[in-house]
């Protein structure tokens, strides 16, 4: 049997972004696991804090080692490893390529955890050592994301067909994509609408002005929602809509993807990176993808990304077209979705799955 050992948990645990939730839902889930060893939290992006934790960690927990546990996306400056610990970097990325400079400063950490097999692919591709590379899924909630509950009351609905795109409005989510083919698959009809809501503050962008700007036929179809700051209200407007369509670019998990499962909705989203470990043929409508070169705005500056996927918009607009007039089907397809996600993607199997690898990790340690 290896001997104690605890856990510190670096990241950033405020605002909406995908790696704060995966922060703050692992740490929750933590405790849930039967035998989870000790875990202490801190702040990422405050240095004097961890530091102190660091030392409370040392003095107070009865463990002979510690391992650190750093949630970033692979883009993020990532700090130096600690000495007489194992440490551990959790990362996501969206595109085929990591810049070498990024895999250097990666494996300077003893593993690095991917959330998926694809991630685990692009790291080796890149010159990843694959002996140091776990996957180790992420979650959902899937007692708040549930079909069961609330429904939020929605502008304008009066019996449309409901599609909701969700998520940071930039060109990556692929929202260009979708607002050219929604409009000219529906232009003129009154039975169907999109709702959005998009984050943007950080972007110092206004998406209702951006989506003028594109001249869509009808662009009354298209109804920008005011950004919901409290996490908790989102489920409720999962449950409100029929569809959640996401033309998605790239996806480091994919978490608007895996919450409108677990509520039940069926799911369009393009075949290609990381959420297709979870969304898939008999769960999700996937649609083709052609790889071309990635943005160099997709994450920082002018690096090279690789590749990533230009969803097909013809076969995005029979996907919605389909879905629309089937309702039905569309429910079928969201009622599997969302057992799929309750039975195996929950963030208590992802503490699990952690847990579990810290274990085989630290026994060889």
Request: aromatic share 8%.
């Given at each position: 049997?290896s001997?104690?050992?605890?856990?510190?948990?670096?990241?950033?645990?405020?605002?909406r972004?995908?790696?704060?939730?995966?922060?703050?839902?692992?740490a929750a889930?933590?405790?849930r696991?039967e035998g989870?060893p000790?875990?202490?939290?801190s702040?990422?992006?405050?240095?004097?804090?961890v530091e102190a934790n660091?030392?409370?960690?040392?003095?107070?927990?009865?463990?002979?080692?510690?391992?650190d546990?750093?949630i970033?996306?692979?883009?993020y400056?990532?700090?130096?490893?600690?000495?007489e610990?194992?440490?551990?970097a959790?990362v996501a990325f969206e595109?085929s390529?990591i810049?070498?400079?990024?895999?250097s400063?990666?494996?300077?950490?003893?593993?690095v955890?991917?959330?998926?097999?694809?991630g685990?692919r692009?790291l080796?591709?890149?010159?990843?050592?694959?002996?140091r590379?776990?996957?180790?899924?992420?979650?959902?909630?899937p007692?708040?994301?549930?079909?069961?509950?609330p429904?939020?009351?929605?502008?304008?609905?009066?019996?449309?067909?409901?599609?909701?795109?969700?998520g940071k409005y930039?060109?990556?989510k692929?929202?260009?994509?979708?607002?050219?083919?929604?409009?000219?698959?529906?232009?003129g009809?009154?039975d169907v609408a999109l709702?959005?809501?998009?984050s943007?503050?950080?972007?110092?962008?206004?998406?209702?002005?951006?989506i003028?700007?594109l001249?869509?036929?009808?662009p009354e179809?298209v109804?920008?929602?005011?950004?919901?700051?409290?996490?908790?209200?989102?489920p409720?407007?999962?449950r409100a809509?029929?569809?959640l369509?996401?033309?998605t670019?790239?996806e480091?998990?994919?978490?608007p993807?895996?919450e409108?499962m677990?509520c039940?909705?069926?799911v369009i989203t393009?075949?290609?990176?990381?959420?297709?470990?979870f969304a898939?043929?008999g769960?999700?409508?996937l649609?083709?993808?052609?790889?071309?070169?990635?943005?160099p705005?997709?994450?920082?500056?002018a690096?090279d990304?690789?590749l990533?996927?230009?969803p097909?918009a013809?076969?995005?607009?029979?996907?919605?077209?389909?879905l629309?007039?089937?309702?039905?089907?569309?429910r079928?397809?969201?009622a599997?979705?969302a057992d799929?996600?309750?039975?195996?993607?929950?963030?208590?199997?992802a503490?699990?799955?952690?847990?579990?690898?810290?274990?085989?990790t630290?026994s060889?340690w």
């Open positions: 049997m001997m104690p050992y605890a856990v510190h948990l670096k990241a950033s645990f405020t605002g972004e995908g790696v704060s939730v995966h922060a703050i839902a692992l889930a933590w405790n696991v989870a000790p875990l202490l939290a702040q990422a992006n405050l240095p004097p804090q660091d030392a409370f960690l040392e003095k107070t927990i009865a463990a002979d080692r510690i391992a546990i750093w970033v996306p692979a883009s400056p990532l700090p130096t490893p600690a000495p610990r194992l440490n551990i959790h595109t390529r810049p070498h400079g990024w895999i400063r990666l494996f300077a950490f003893d593993r955890w991917v959330a998926t097999e694809w685990r692009v080796v591709e890149c010159g990843g050592d694959e002996t590379i776990d996957v180790v899924p992420l979650g959902v909630d007692e708040r994301f549930s079909p069961i509950g429904r939020a009351t929605l502008p304008e609905t009066d019996g449309r067909f409901r599609f909701l795109a969700v930039e060109k990556r692929g929202y260009d994509v979708l607002m050219r083919a929604f409009d000219e698959e529906f232009a009809r009154s709702y959005v809501l998009a943007h503050s950080e972007l110092r962008i206004d998406p209702a002005a951006e003028r700007r001249g869509l036929k009808s179809n109804v920008v929602l005011p950004w919901i700051e409290d996490p908790a209200v989102l409720a407007l999962y809509c029929d569809a369509v996401a033309p670019r790239g480091g998990w994919g978490l993807i895996i409108a677990a039940g909705l069926p393009t075949g290609w990176s990381a959420h297709t470990a898939n043929a769960n999700a409508v649609i083709g993808y052609d790889l071309v070169p990635a943005a705005a997709a994450t920082d500056g690096a990304l690789g990533w996927a230009e097909r013809h076969e995005l607009r029979q996907a919605m077209a389909r629309s007039a089937a309702r039905e089907e569309a079928r397809l969201g599997a979705a799929d996600v309750r039975h195996r993607w929950s963030w208590t199997q503490a699990r799955v952690s847990i579990e690898t810290l274990d085989r630290m060889r």
